[in-house]
């Protein structure tokens, strides 16, 4: 069922509610509020556009082209909001998002889906889309968590190599507690889908009318894909790190 | 001829970029005890730490073996000339996990972890065996101290290199370690500022704040 245009213009006198709030105890949100909201519709619109050329030309190089966008745009993100300023931290975002991309999507597609016109754009560009999306957040984090973990534990570090451990044995606990960091959340996560949240996709299949057990198929498929890329992404994203952020004699690069 | 054990040339030696020693000159060709002292800050830590490529901002070299330290695979080098870090911190679950734990890296892996040996140690280091099922976080830093070095004969050294190795320690322990730990046969380097290492040293070295340093060989 389609939501008449009017209808959701009529929708936008509900952020009266936030702006009388704001206004009322000046609160300084209204510009930002305003501005993000505009921003939102524009970028949807463009999106809107562009998926409904992609999905109708079927054309699998416009698709491939798309997903290389959205890698490098996520490698972007991802440069900009770790507050690591190392040289090499993009090269190592970019080779863990792109060896997990090339090895989970295929899978999913061709193997999993597999939907009848190859490289359908329909199914490629939005399960990519929850492929990287969380990969980039949970390799931010994990990151975040090992650079955060070293420090507190250098002196353990030190104390390691002294005792003859090369720089993977003595960053092993580090790298132990970084990846639980970033991946327990998740499993959590995953125990709660369907009673605590239901996942936009999910909700989104549903509300297109699609039968719940086709929605919770792909919801399972799709929970599935999310787990087994962010562990993999973390993983070659920290092996990485840690090969770049120690010299050769296992000393942390200043 | 004498083959040296250990040939240590630095012509300049630094802390972070400040220069701390010039011209250092030592070699040792048998089990000699060393005892470094000096002043806070004139680099006696940097200069130990320099032995067992911790430090690597100096000009010259150091030859262990006769081979250019830098040589050595640094989990080699360092599994022969093992350096106690002051205020050594323990890891594991239980005082007993942090020990083994040591063994389980692959450079060690031909040692054997021998649990005799570890509670003959233990007893003449003055601790009770019930110590290898306590929680390392209870420990004080006495008892830390002798753990680390107990760790580190466990692992049968070629060189020792103890950084303040009796700082926690009250007087009567710290006599009855000092006086095993000069016994081992083998070629220590040890920071300390106590009576017994400074008097039984067979050499003592005295780093001066002019970069320049007295060597008195007893």
């Known amino acids: ?254 | 001829m004498n083959l040296n054990l250990l040939e240590i040339n630095i012509k300049n030696l630094y802390a972070g970029d400040k220069l701390i020693l010039k011209n250092f000159k030592l070699n040792i060709s048998d089990n000699k005890n060393i005892t470094i002292i000096g002043k806070t800050g004139v680099g006696k830590s940097t200069l130990l730490k320099t032995l067992n490529l911790l430090n690597l901002k100096y000009e010259g070299y150091i030859l262990y073996k006769n081979k250019n330290i830098l040589q050595y695979r640094p989990e080699e080098l360092r599994s022969k000339i093992i350096m106690v870090i002051q205020e050594t911190p323990l890891y594991g679950d239980t005082v007993l996990d942090d020990i083994t734990n040591i063994f389980k890296f692959k450079i060690n892996h031909n040692k054997k972890f021998n649990m005799d040996k570890l509670k003959q140690l233990l007893k003449i280091f003055l601790l009770p065996e019930t110590i290898l099922n306590a929680n390392p976080l209870n420990l004080s830093g006495g008892e830390k101290q002798r753990i680390s070095l107990i760790k580190a004969l466990l692992i049968e050294p070629e060189v020792l290199l103890l950084d303040e190795p009796s700082s926690a320690l009250d007087k009567n322990t710290e006599k009855i370690i000092s006086e095993y730990l000069l016994n081992i046969p083998i070629p220590k380097f040890i920071i300390s500022h106590s009576k017994i290492f400074t008097e039984k040293a067979e050499i003592l070295i005295e780093l001066l704040e002019n970069q320049t340093y007295n060597l008195i060989k007893k």
């Open chain 1, 1 to 254: 069922m389609d939501i008449k245009i009017i209808n959701l213009l009529f929708s936008f006198l509900l952020l009266l509610i936030p702006i009388t709030i704001f206004i009322k105890y000046k609160i300084q949100l209204i510009n930002t509020l305003i501005k993000s909201f505009s921003q939102m519709i524009i970028q949807l619109l463009i999106i809107a556009m562009i998926f409904q050329y992609l999905f109708l030309n079927k054309n699998i190089f416009y698709t491939i082209g798309w997903l290389i966008l959205m890698l490098i745009f996520s490698i972007l993100t991802l440069k900009k909001r770790l507050n690591i300023k190392k040289s090499f931290l993009w090269k190592i975002i970019a080779i863990a998002l792109f060896t997990n991309s090339i090895i989970i999507l295929p899978l999913a597609i061709f193997v999993f889906i597999n939907p009848k016109t190859t490289f359908d754009a329909r199914f490629t560009i939005p399960i990519y889309g929850m492929i990287l999306g969380n990969s980039m957040n949970s390799l931010a984090l994990g990151i975040e968590r090992f650079n955060e973990i070293l420090a507190d534990n250098i002196k353990n570090y030190y104390n390691s190599i002294c005792f003859g451990a090369t720089v993977h044995e003595a960053s092993l606990p580090i790298l132990q507690k970084s990846m639980r960091a970033s991946l327990l959340p998740r499993i959590i996560n995953i125990s709660s889908m369907g009673i605590i949240t239901l996942p936009g996709m999910m909700t989104g299949q549903i509300l297109a009318g699609a039968s719940p057990f086709i929605a919770i198929k792909y919801q399972i498929l799709i929970m599935v894909l999310i787990f087994s890329s962010v562990t993999l992404s973390s993983y070659i994203g920290l092996k990485l790190f840690i090969y770049k952020n120690f010299d050769k004699f296992y000393l942390p690069k200043t």
